[in-house]
């Protein structure tokens, strides 16, 4: 199958700090990337949908200024968590559709955040 | 709104049956997934399904009825090793968005 790969698998930053995840599509092209969170004993929670070269589409409740996508191109996609604060803290997981699975969506590895 | 229900836990018995059921009311509809999670792992691909009837795949089975709104996950001759969250999921016609279910934790008795 089509392989998704997210670095870093985990991080800890200070309060106040930024953070950038990467989502890569390593054998594909990702038409459009999804990002998720998902915290403890809860469900994935999707954040976001991004297009490469257009505007990322947010979820109700998502601030954008807070949670920066970037979807450069058709391999990569970055989450950049600006000015984190221990609430932030969570698994963040993208997500790629365009391999030849169709509309099957191929998972990155996730990252743990943690914001001390 | 969208609204994806399924039970918040289950419990079997190795080398037992189970059914996970998860009806939805979606704004749109692709298809339905069903993915595997295990606790601090990404989830894995379980099945898709478009139309309505059965897929089987190995030991997994899943169903579908659009006009119902309705999907199980079937897992026969369990494992201890499928003691895992189980994702219920809906692709929407606008952008493939994929919405997820809160999920269904297993729990596999010995």
């Known amino acids: 199958g089509a392989v998704v790969s997210q670095h870093p698998s985990w991080v800890i930053c200070k309060s106040g700090t930024s953070v950038k995840i990467e989502c890569r599509s390593l054998d594909f092209q990702a038409t459009t990337m999804f990002w998720y969170r998902q915290f403890p004993k809860q469900s994935l929670m999707l954040m976001a949908t991004s297009n490469e070269g257009s505007k990322a589409t947010y979820e109700q409740g998502v601030e954008k200024d807070k949670f920066l996508i970037n979807h450069a191109s058709l391999t990569l996609s970055t989450l950049t968590v600006t000015s984190a604060h221990p609430e932030d803290s969570s698994f963040y997981i993208c997500?790629?559709?365009?391999?030849?699975?169709?509309?099957?969506?191929?998972f990155g590895q996730g990252t743990r955040l943690t914001v001390v | 709104g969208q609204n994806i229900d399924q039970p918040t836990e289950m419990t079997a018995t190795e080398g037992a049956i189970v059914q996970i059921n998860c009806t939805y009311q979606?704004?749109?509809?692709?298809?339905l997934f069903w993915y595997q999670q295990h606790a601090g792992e990404a989830p894995t691909f379980l099945s898709y399904?478009?139309?309505?009837g059965l897929e089987e795949k190995g030991r997994f089975s899943s169903f579908l009825s659009r006009s119902k709104g309705y999907s199980y996950l079937l897992l026969k001759e369990l494992q201890m090793k499928d003691s895992a969250s189980y994702l219920c999921a809906v692709s929407m016609n606008r952008d493939d968005k994929i919405i997820f279910g809160k999920g269904t934790r297993l729990h596999i008795l010995p």
């Open positions: 979606t704004s749109g509809f692709n298809g």
């Open positions: 399904n478009v139309l309505d």
């Open positions: 997500s790629a559709t365009g391999g030849s699975g169709g509309t099957e969506a191929f």
